[in-house]
């Protein structure tokens, strides 16, 4: 049972445009999501995470959005650099439990 | 340094031998973790610790023994390794609650 899920392998996009990256997840007791990026051959590294009292949390040009109607997240990088270009993994939790995570989504960022 | 250690960072070895791998973290964390990430699967939870001498298995435990006889210290043991085992294993530890910090990784090839 895939309680956090990412739908999407891979998404290429275009320096300076807009990085969407989204993640669902099915339980309704996560109270806290988070996002985590990979490079290859390194551990993952914590980027931006939400409360679910909140519905947007900003840091520079990274901007993630909680629906919890929806049960959905999304991960907006605005623009994107080549440096972007990584693994990106959500990850859900309830309280002090364990973390969750998707199946991660790899981003390309063209020149 | 401070931070989260892993070793080897690469191994090698064969089906039916025993294998430990080594984390180390400095910052007195109480919850440690160790996650295998395959293609296709994301990060999945192999046993987590929540401190010392308490240890609980997560999502794919079977072939694979822990122990935590100090805080700092959280080693993987395959007792007998498989094929299936080859992956790339991330140890991440973290307070109560909040982000989790991963190492590096060790990468498991059994042949």
């Known amino acids: 049972d895939q309680q956090v899920k990412q739908n999407s392998p891979s998404l290429s996009v275009q320096e300076g445009r807009i990085s969407i990256l989204n993640c669902d997840y099915t339980?309704?007791?996560?109270?806290?999501f988070l996002w985590y990026k990979k490079y290859p051959a390194e551990g993952p590294t914590f980027l931006i995470s939400?409360?679910?009292?909140?519905d947007k949390n900003e840091d520079g040009r990274f901007t993630v959005f909680l629906n919890k109607s929806a049960k959905h997240l999304s991960l907006h990088i605005v623009p994107s650099q080549p440096g972007d270009s990584a693994v990106y993994f959500c990850?859900?939790?309830?309280?002090?439990?364990?973390?969750?995570f998707g199946q991660g989504t790899r981003l390309t960022i063209n020149p | 340094d401070a931070g989260i250690t892993q070793s080897p960072r690469y191994k090698i070895t064969e089906t039916g031998r025993q294998v430990t791998l080594m984390c180390h973290q400095t910052?007195?964390?109480?919850?440690m973790f160790w996650y295998r990430q395959d293609l296709g699967h994301g990060l999945r939870l192999i046993y987590y610790?929540?401190?010392?001498?308490?240890?609980d298995k997560g999502e794919v435990p079977d072939g694979y023994v822990v122990s935590r006889s100090k805080t700092e210290n959280f080693p993987l043991t395959l007792e007998s390794a498989t094929r299936s085992q080859t992956s790339v294993y991330f140890c991440?530890?973290?307070?109560?609650?909040?982000?989790?910090?991963f190492g590096p990784g060790t990468r498991l090839t059994v042949l």
């Open positions: 991440a530890s973290r307070w109560t609650g909040g982000e989790q910090f």
């Open positions: 339980n309704s007791m996560f109270d806290y």
């Open positions: 939400i409360s679910s009292i909140k």
């Open positions: 990850a859900a939790v309830h309280g002090a439990q364990k973390l969750v």
């Open positions: 910052w007195s964390h109480s919850y």
């Open positions: 610790s929540a401190a010392a001498d308490i240890t």
